[in-house]
């Protein structure tokens, strides 16, 4: 591996230890015991040439189901995964060819809203419907840099969605 890209950390109730995820330049996540300091595994096909650039994790509220792994290319897609498998769920393509900053995964409740992910590109924030990985909404940032991150709150009457400026200039 060239270069590693982005890194998060990941635990569950039913995986108390500490999961460090390393997205790489070849496409592929690395996940690694925290515990122990070991390899656990490589997710993702070799070879795919797009790196990536964010990650995050979502579990269903339903624990019949399995976690997945969202993933943000430099090609501009979207990668959802099974997160013990590593088999490609659904591709994602965003509007632009541009690297996705940042991924995020919002699950109001469970009440029976899907679930979206946000995807960032640029000044641009793409709201995906989980399930059916068609796009709900597009976002524009009123500040002049490009959006390093996102976060999606839900209050009482309506939802917030906070983008951060990269520090860089865009």
Same mark, same amino acid.
């Given at each position: 591996?060239?270069?590693?890209?982005?890194?998060?950390?990941?635990?569950?109730?039913?995986?108390?230890?500490?999961?460090? /995820?390393?997205?790489?330049?070849?496409?592929?996540?690395?996940?690694?015991?925290l515990q122990s300091g070991t390899r656990m595994c490589m997710l993702g096909q070799e070879g795919e040439?797009?790196?990536?650039?964010?990650?995050?994790?979502?579990?269903?509220?339903?624990?019949?189901?399995?976690?997945?792994?969202?993933?943000?290319?430099?090609?501009?897609?979207?990668?959802?995964?099974?997160y013990a498998t590593g088999v490609l769920l659904r591709d994602l393509s965003s509007a632009t060819p541009?690297?996705?900053?940042?991924?995020?995964?919002?699950?109001?409740?469970?009440?029976?809203?899907?679930?979206?992910?946000?995807?960032?590109?640029?000044?641009?924030?793409?709201?995906?419907?989980?399930?059916?990985?068609?796009?709900?909404?597009?976002?524009?940032?009123?500040?002049?840099?490009?959006?390093?991150?996102?976060? /999606?709150?839900? /209050?009482?009457?309506?939802?917030?969605?906070?983008?951060?400026?990269?520090?860089?200039?865009?």
């Amino acid at each position: 591996v060239e270069s590693v890209f982005t890194m998060a950390v990941y635990t569950s109730a039913d995986a108390p230890t500490p999961v460090l /995820l390393v997205g790489n330049d070849d496409g592929r996540v690395e996940k690694w015991d925290l515990q122990s300091g070991t390899r656990m595994c490589m997710l993702g096909q070799e070879g795919e040439k797009m790196g990536v650039t964010s990650v995050a994790v979502f579990e269903p509220w339903d624990r019949r189901a399995a976690p997945v792994l969202i993933t943000g290319h430099e090609s501009g897609k979207v990668r959802i995964t099974d997160y013990a498998t590593g088999v490609l769920l659904r591709d994602l393509s965003s509007a632009t060819p541009d690297p996705i900053s940042s991924v995020s995964i919002f699950a109001p409740n469970r009440s029976g809203i899907s679930p979206f992910i946000i995807s960032c590109v640029g000044k641009v924030a793409t709201m995906w419907d989980f399930h059916t990985g068609r796009i709900v909404r597009t976002f524009t940032g009123a500040h002049s840099k490009a959006i390093s991150s996102s976060t /999606l709150c839900r /209050l009482p009457d309506a939802c917030l969605l906070y983008t951060s400026p990269s520090p860089r200039d865009s």
